[in-house]
């Protein structure tokens, strides 16, 4: 995980290589703020920074054996490193050496740290060149963080600012501001900065300080509706248009809402664990454990009919000139029948 390698970092134990791969974008980013605060502490130090889709794996390797001038270690980004992953035939912009890399991996630079990125949801396990790199680097898989590892992170991170979450605050974080690492540290950082550094941050405060993101308000509005709380379904409508929200955008929403508690429901169905669906249908696992906790939704049939209605409704919004926002209100009012 994660955080297991930045206490490595912060505890001042610096690999020679790195390997970081993965979809989630600020796990890499974050990995890499850690190894220059670590290695290049001084005002000025720069990060050396090479594309591997334009320059050869040998420059890096000979950037990295170069000894660093006024200062005791360099720190080299080699991004897009797309040689570990299947290739396209012909797609190649550049030859790499790769028996160069072989023989560097075996001995690397004392002098340098390498941080190869390969943002990639896969890597070719089959080839000797990404069986190698894994056995000889530090290797952080930055996946999509799901369950409690979310929740961990969280308070992990709200430690790193001198502030404390409890479990159960960090869940009600997730639910108001959604799954996205870096809009959750930046949520974080922001109310560190209220409590002055030091303190917990509790529910409260995240009430106050942390702006709904439309999906989430979206999927408590979905969720109201389906279990017949209409006036409560109403009620969130009504703020989410104070907030500048559309009504075709919120239509939509709703439907991408709904879809999703029909795949969700069918590979419950086959037996497929949370992961899995998550995987299958391409969303966050929160999202999928809040619709498999949910237990109001009606059969698939009766979801197919809502749909329906929403793609009537969305015509509707989008060939009306008069009060269009009472065109959804009047779907969100009528009972939804289990």
């Keep these: 995980m994660a955080t297991a390698i930045w206490r490595k970092i912060e505890a001042g134990k610096i690999d020679p290589v790195y390997l970081l791969t993965g979809p989630e974008q600020h796990l890499i980013d ?3 703020r850690r190894l220059k605060k670590a290695i290049l502490p001084m005002e000025g130090d720069e990060v050396v920074r090479f594309d591997l889709e334009e320059t050869p794996v040998e420059t890096i390797i000979e950037e990295a054996d170069t000894v660093p001038f006024l200062q005791d270690r360099k720190l080299i980004i080699a991004g897009n490193a797309s040689f ?3 290739q396209d035939k012909g797609r190649e912009k550049v030859i790499h050496n790769l028996d160069v890399l072989t023989a560097w991996l075996k ?4 002098t340098s740290t390498v941080v190869f990125v390969a943002p990639y949801e896969k890597l070719d396990g089959r080839k000797t060149i990404t069986k190698l ?3 000889t680097s530090t290797v952080l898989e930055a996946e999509r963080i799901q369950g409690r590892d979310l929740s961990t992170w969280i308070q992990h991170e709200a430690g790193s600012h001198g502030v404390r979450i409890s479990p159960e605050a960090a869940e009600y974080l997730i639910k108001i501001g959604g799954d996205d690492l870096l ?6 950082s922001k109310m560190a900065m209220y409590l002055g550094g030091s303190g917990n941050i509790t529910e409260p405060i995240i009430e106050d300080l942390v702006p709904r993101t439309p999906e989430m308000d979206v999927f408590r509005l979905t969720d109201a509706y389906i279990s017949g709380k209409t006036a409560d379904a109403v009620s969130i409508y009504h703020d989410l248009l104070r907030n500048g929200e559309e009504p075709i955008m919120l239509t939509s929403l709703i439907a991408s809402q709904i879809r999703l508690m029909i795949h969700v429901g069918a590979l419950r169905k086959k037996g497929y664990p949370q992961q899995q669906i998550a995987k299958t249908v391409n969303v966050h696992p929160y999202r999928v454990k809040l619709v498999l906790e949910n237990r109001n939704i009606p059969y698939a049939e009766r979801l ?3 749909l329906d209605q929403l793609a009537s409704i969305d015509h509707q919004l989008k060939t009306s000139s008069g009060k269009r926002d009472r065109i959804l209100e009047l779907f969100l009012m009528a009972p939804l029948k289990q």
């Design 30 to 32: 974050e990995t890499i």
């Design 84 to 86: 570990l992953k299947a």
């Design 107 to 110: 001995d690397p630079s004392p």
């Design 133 to 135: 790199m894994k056995e």
């Design 183 to 188: 809009a959750l540290s930046s949520e974080i």
């Design 304 to 306: 197919l009919s809502v």
